[in-house]
């Protein structure tokens, strides 16, 4: 018999895990072994807190070997009855002073004693997330700005920046490391976008989200002095218009990304001063505004840079308004058009002529969609996102000739999907591992039976009716490698 191999050393399989692509791809193999669990703890740098019955004071922080090196905290909220308070915050700050980052937000009940405590116990606080905390006001973010020279990304919200705010001038010699800055559902001023802009700061990142009473002379101020944003999000900001956006661009030669969505004054106008004014432009979000109520077309604008774009519930938005956006971003990889109700398949088949080479493609509710056309070979297609669409039978048909390396298929609440069409579909894309047949009425569980044991590639399935799923069902598609999900 074959001697037995020895067990790696610990420094190996530290190496391995270390070279994961995700963290959270430690979790199955912390669940090995005890030895596993200890190894993978060793590399974990950052904490959320999800049980909405814990109390932060409550939480042992303390570690018994020097070996971990925690620098982050999640304690963010989405339900109010999480009980975090300021002595859980000041107790955790006292323990964690090489605290990083930290994470807040929806935690009803702590105030500006908790920004105090991290001001004075953690100096080596790089960013600070504090959303929809009604109790933090102007004077808590103040202390945390002065001390913390080391903070380079802040986000908060239900701010009220009065006109007569004074102590922003600490921006100026206290923050130079400021390069994230989030501001949403505020009261702010011209007078504080001014300060900002008179700081010299490192800003990467601007984003102004539901904010009221600053006006057009603020936030070009801003935006002149700090032409090398990469992201920029302005999201209802109601009084920018396609005569705003056109001065604006200007400034936006470096950024990378932009987000106008519910400014409803844009249209298509805007979009091309974007594609025309910003070279380095990726990504464009530029959901529910007017964009298709005007009506132009500049064959002399091309930004092959322009890969993703997100035109989200815009009800006006017309397939030859489609069509010129993919005349001009020719490279785009991902289009979102969910909820574009006068776009018909004449639009989609457009834009996939010129944009061969798109991955995802979102055309949830869109009732005037059945099919993507027949054509030539979509490579690079792996996503279709049509819950709620006309998408049919033909449609299926057509997605199966043209699209052989799908992955993902949302077919949710299509009425015209019957178990011939998936069959179709199946036989063509023999890489399909994920799919949503929620509330298709003419798929029995029968015929979902056959396209699943007929599809090598399956891993994911939501069902018409989870009602009609046993135990044992469930079992059987689990052996063929297929899960079942709710949805």
């Known amino acids: 018999m074959a001697n037995r191999c020895k067990d790696l050393p610990v420094e190996c ?29 060793r590399l974990r740098i950052g904490l959320s807190v999800i049980d909405s019955t814990l109390l932060t004071h409550e939480l042992d922080i303390s570690y018994p070997s020097t070996d971990y090196v925690l620098d982050s905290v999640d304690i963010a909220s989405e339900a109010s009855n999480l009980a975090v308070t300021d002595s859980g915050v000041e107790v955790l700050s006292v323990n964690m002073s090489n605290l990083r980052k930290i994470n807040v937000s929806g935690n009803h009940l702590i105030t500006d004693r908790s920004l105090v405590a991290l001001s004075m116990n953690c100096l080596n606080l790089e960013g600070l997330e504090m959303d929809d905390c009604p109790f933090i006001t102007l004077k808590g973010i103040l202390s945390i700005l002065r001390t913390c020279a080391a903070l380079s ?23 130079r490391t400021l390069q994230k800055l989030e501001v949403s559902n505020s009261i702010i001023t011209d007078e504080f976008l001014f300060m900002v802009a008179n700081a010299s700061l490192p800003l990467n990142t ?23 944003l990469k992201y920029l999000s302005l999201v209802q900001v109601d009084f920018l218009t396609d005569e705003c956006m056109d001065d604006l661009s200007q400034y936006l030669r470096c950024l990378v990304t932009i987000d106008l969505s519910g400014c409803m004054r844009l249209t298509n106008l805007t979009f091309y001063a974007l594609a025309r004014n910003c070279p380095s432009l990726k990504e464009i979000y530029m959901e529910n505004t007017g964009f ?33 956006v993919a005349l001009m971003c ?60 006309a998408l049919n039978d033909e449609g299926l048909v057509m997605i199966g000739s043209r699209c052989s390396r799908l992955l993902k298929l949302n077919l949710e609440n299509c009425k015209g999907v019957t178990a011939e069409g998936l069959h179709a579909l199946v036989k063509n894309c023999r890489s399909l591992r994920e799919i949503n047949l929620k509330k298709c009425p003419q798929v029995s569980i029968n015929s979902l039976n056959n396209l699943v044991f007929s599809s090598s590639s399956l891993r994911r399935v939501i069902p018409p009716c989870c009602s009609a799923f046993t135990d044992s069902l469930r079992g059987f598609y689990l052996h063929h490698g297929c899960r079942v999900y709710s949805g």
């Not at 004074?166 to 010699?173: I, M, P, R, V």
């Not at 500049?298 to 989200?312: E, G, T």
Request: hydrophobic share 40%; with cysteine; aromatic share 8%.
């Open 206 to 228: 601007l984003t102004l989200c539901w904010c009221t009473d600053f006006t057009y002379s603020g936030i070009s101020k801003l935006l002149c002095a700090y032409q090398s």
């Open 330 to 389: 020719p490279n785009m990889d991902f289009l979102d058009v969910i909820s574009c109700t006068s776009l018909t398949e004449a639009g989609i088949i457009g834009v996939l002529e010129v944009c061969n080479q798109i991955r995802d493609l979102q055309l949830d509710n869109c009732s005037g969609i059945k099919h993507i056309g027949k054509g030539a070979e979509l490579p690079s297609l792996e996503v279709i996102s049509a819950a709620g669409s």
């Open 13 to 41: 399989w530290e190496l391995i895990f270390s070279r994961l692509h995700h963290k959270s791809d430690l979790e199955s193999f912390s669940m090995v072994s005890k030895q596993f669990l200890a190894l993978t703890n």
């Open 153 to 175: 990304w802040i986000s908060v919200s239900e701010i009220h920046i009065a006109q007569s705010s004074s102590g922003f001038e600490c921006l100026a010699t206290s923050s």
């Open 292 to 324: 298709g109520t005007k009506h132009c077309f500049h064959d002399d604008v091309k930004n092959p840079r322009i890969r993703s774009v997100n035109l989200a519930t815009n009800h006006y938005l017309d397939d030859d308004s489609l069509m010129n």
